[in-house]
């Protein structure tokens, strides 16, 4: 079995910051991409950055500049530094990441974690 588990989300102020955490356990062999996307109310679920197993990041143009992904591999973890905070950051803010295990590899999401900005 594996579980990612998400934290860090909240009620932030617009300018304010936000960290976001999400840590994988279980029987686990090694896991490659990670990532966050987020989905607001009536909305589809977006990308807002992914990084792999090497460190290289991609980040969606809305958060660019604003938000960064990082991941501690010792740790299993995978982080959402969020800076400059909008009212249009809203949403439930889903982890995801690509798990390799003894009997294969799979994408696995957490249970989501919600980030509200407003004043």
């Known amino acids: 079995q594996v579980q990612l588990v998400e934290s860090g989300g909240g009620l932030v102020q617009p300018g304010g910051s936000l960290r976001l955490s999400c840590a994988a356990s279980g029987s686990i062999f090694s896991i490659n991409d990670m990532g966050w996307y987020r989905q607001a109310p009536g909305k589809q679920r977006e990308l807002v950055a992914t990084?792999?197993?090497?460190?290289?990041?991609n980040h969606a143009d809305s958060v660019k500049g604003r938000f960064t992904i990082s991941r501690d591999n010792a740790k299993n973890t995978v982080y959402l530094q969020m800076s400059s905070l909008k009212p249009e950051d809203t949403a439930v803010y889903y982890c995801n990441a690509h798990i390799t295990r003894i009997v294969g590899s799979s994408w696995y999401w957490g249970q989501g974690t919600q980030v509200t900005v407003s004043s």
């Open positions: 990084i792999t197993s090497g460190g290289r990041t």
